[in-house]
């Protein structure tokens, strides 16, 4: 088992609406989902938007895509008409879970020419 940024593993997309944001969370394999379904939970995600105001999070399992759509409430400071933020979308949020979360896997959940598993075989380590 090797410990990996999310972004190793899973690629995401987002939204907003009003001043909550949905986050995509999607494996680039198949056999990650139930991997990640217990590691990414809502706690973990909320923990990342603590900063931004986030005052809730409900995670949708989407198992026939292999994804997860986490709701995020509270997380964008009032949402486009009001917000005095750079990104009033929340279209950069994405980014932010998959960067901040690391989870647990086996380097054969990594996409082939990961450079993760590189550094899970003793070579030259990711950054």
Known sequence: MIRVP??????????DKGDASNVS???????????LAEQVTEARVRAVFRHLGATRVT????????AFNFLIEGVLDGGVNRSLGLDR?????SFLLLGEVEVEVDPALLPEGSPYLRAAEGGEAAE
């Open 6 to 15: 999310l972004h190793a593993v899973a690629h995401g997309r987002a939204g």
């Open 25 to 35: 969370v999607i494996c680039y394999r198949d056999e990650a989902w139930p991997v």
């Open 89 to 93: 979308h929340g279209k950069t949020l």
């Open 59 to 66: 995670r949708f399992d989407l198992p026939n895509l292999k």
